[in-house]
């Protein structure tokens, strides 16, 4: 797997990978002028799409009956230099008749065994700290 940036402007990046696919990154003072998500937001979002893919994958297979997903997440950061994570709580909302237990389960098995990006969070010593509920129904968000 490779990735790389290209310096785009001011603190404004082209990200790629194998994929081909581009993502900006960008870092302002004035978000209003931000035209990406900051390398730190992004590390977020990728956890929250790692462990979403691997659970929803896992209630399809179980036929669960999900009618919308999402997953949450909120970093603590140390305030000194490196300001790394220390904590990251997520949650996951999953709408439908979907069985707690079902989402519990897949929730597990994506934290304990498939989904790399937490666990080498957690292998770098952040706590990674989960709850999750289900919404029958979906517009009541």
């Known amino acids: 797997m490779q990735a790389k940036v290209e310096w785009v402007k001011d603190l404004t990046f082209l990200a790629s ?18 035209k990406g998500s900051s390398p730190t937001e992004l590390l977020l979002q ?11 994958s896992i209630l399809q297979k179980k ?8 997953v949450k997440a909120e970093g603590t950061r140390a305030t000194e230099h490196p300001k790394v994570f220390t904590d990251i709580n997520l949650e996951y909302i999953a709408y439908g008749d979907v069985r707690k ?13 498939y989904c790399n990006i937490s666990i ?22």
């Open 17 to 34: 990978g194998d994929s081909s696919r581009y993502t900006i990154l960008d870092h302002s003072e004035n978000r209003e002028l931000q």
């Open 46 to 56: 990728a956890l929250c799409g790692c462990t979403a893919m691997d659970v929803i």
């Open 63 to 70: 036929k669960e009956p999900v009618k919308g997903f999402e």
């Open 101 to 113: 237990e079902s989402l519990e389960r897949a929730i597990t098995l994506s934290q304990e065994k």
């Open 120 to 141: 080498t969070l957690k292998r770098a010593g952040v706590r990674v700290n989960i709850s999750s509920r289900v919404v029958e129904d979906h517009n009541s968000q």
